[in-house]
Every structure is written in structure tokens, then in C-alpha cells.
């Protein structure tokens, strides 16, 4: 997933921004307000996590605005702008948590959290905003649980890399909708990682390998996709 990290603390960011791409997902960092707005008004994330106390800006100094996030997560849903947020704050009272949820955030989590409460929450709000409650994704044979990090097929465990684990799970969260080698590579990589030219394309070649060569088919010029579509070819 590429997610959105807005945290002003240096290294709070730091060590989420690699724990979180360790586990596969692109992260792209800002740490303030007026950055995060307008990230969000020009790019897609699958995903945010925001610190409530932010600075309006990045100028040296800035002092941290206690409502800067709620100021964020407000903009974003007056824009109409759907994406699941969630809340990373020290603040722990139970007016806090109910202000930050009703100002449209998904979910509320208290610092400081461990790193695996964290991915649990990540993989509930998404379940959610795609309307499913089991936490596997499965398609053709193949199973992803995106909890344990396990993919079998027809019952045998599959061995992944992080970023074939990220690849498949794009492609079988929506079975049969083409995703394009650009979309494949926002979930692959943030700002400032190189992307290598042919990376997607290595990839699914080696998740065919693992899968089946016909488990992943491609629209050529288009996308990929899993599933049966007329005028694909393999």
C-alpha cells in the first residue's frame, strides 16, 4: 500500500517510515500541515497516518499548532476526499479521541503504540473500506493474509519477497481490475527510493513462477490483473 506519514516529530518519522517499509508498504513523509494539504489535494494514498499536533509550516521554529491535524483531516473530507485516516497522538482523553473521530478520522491510536498494533489497525481500516470481514484475500487457489503475511496456494505455503507480497496484494484486492506498471509502482515505492525500470515486470514474473504462469494476466499497454478478462494474454 503507499501510505501518507504526517508526523513532525524527526524521529517518530524516521523509525515509522522504516518499520512501515520493512513490511512492504511505500511511505512518503511530510511534517506539517501545509505540506500534508497539499499532498493530499494533488496525490492518491491508499492510506494516512496523522499526528495531531503539527506545525502550519516547515519553517524553522514553527511552533506545533495543537489543532494542525484536525485541520488536515477536516480539509481532506470537506474536499470530499475519502481516504482512511488514522489518528498517531499522545493525546489520550476521551473528548480527544471522540473530536478526532468525529472530524472523519477511521480509527484513533494512543502513543506510544507497538508497531504490530499499529499494522492491525492499518489492515481493519482497510477491510473495512473495502467491505469485507475476512481478513484473507483469496482468488483462483490462492490465498493472501495480509495479518500473518502468508500466501499459499491450493493449501501450500508460498514464500515472498516483501514487494511480491505488495505486488499480489494490489492485484487480489481487486480481482479482475487492471492495475497499471505505474499504480503497481506507488504501492512499490516512496518519495526519494529509486524505481528500477523493469521492477514491476520482474515481479510479476517471479510471482508467475511461484503462482502459475496464467494466475496473473496482462492487457498489454495497459495492466495488470488477476482474474479472467477478454482480450487478455499472458
Do not use: C
Not at 481478513?135 to 519477497?161: C, E, I, Y
Not at 528500477?196 to 495492466?223: C, D, M, T, W
Request: proline share 5%; hydrophobic share 45%; glycine share 10%.
Amino acid at each position: 500500500m503507499r501510505l501518507l506519514l504526517v508526523e513532525d516529530d524527526r524521529m517518530i518519522g524516521e523509525s515509522l517510515r522504516a518499520a512501515l517499509r520493512l513490511e512492504g508498504h511505500a511511505v512518503d513523509w511530510v511534517r506539517d500541515a501545509t505540506a500534508a494539504d497539499a499532498t493530499l489535494a494533488s496525490e492518491r494514498f491508499d492510506l494516512v497516518l496523522l499526528d495531531l499536533g503539527l506545525p502550519a509550516s516547515g519553517a524553522a521554529g514553527a511552533p506545533a499548532d495543537p489543532a494542525g491535524g484536525l485541520t488536515v483531516l477536516r480539509a481532506a473530507r470537506a474536499r470530499q476526499d475519502a481516504t482512511p485516516f488514522i489518528v498517531l497522538t499522545a493525546r489520550d482523553g476521551p473528548g480527544d479521541k471522540v473530536t478526532g473521530l468525529d472530524a472523519g478520522a477511521d480509527d484513533y491510536l494512543v502513543k506510544p503504540f507497538e508497531l504490530d498494533e499499529l499494522g492491525a489497525r492499518i489492515r481493519a481500516v482497510m477491510r473495512r473500506g473495502a467491505g469485507r470481514a475476512e481478513p484473507a484475500l483469496s482468488f483462483g487457489g490462492v490465498t493472501l493474509d495480509p495479518a500473518t503475511r502468508q500466501v499459499t496456494k491450493d493449501g501450500a505455503a508460498v514464500l515472498l519477497s516483501a514487494r511480491e507480497f505488495a505486488v499480489l496484494e494490489a492485484l487480489m484486492q481487486r480481482p479482475g481490475a487492471l492495475l497499471s506498471r505505474a499504480q503497481l509502482e506507488d504501492r512499490l515505492y516512496g518519495w526519494g527510493e529509486e524505481i528500477e525500470s523493469n521492477a514491476v515486470s520482474v515481479y510479476i514474473h517471479q510471482l508467475r513462477r511461484k503462482l502459475g504462469p496464467q494466475f496473473i494476466q496482462n492487457v498489454r499497454g495497459v495492466g495488470y490483473f488477476v482474474g479472467t478478462k477478454p482480450g487478455a494474454s499472458a
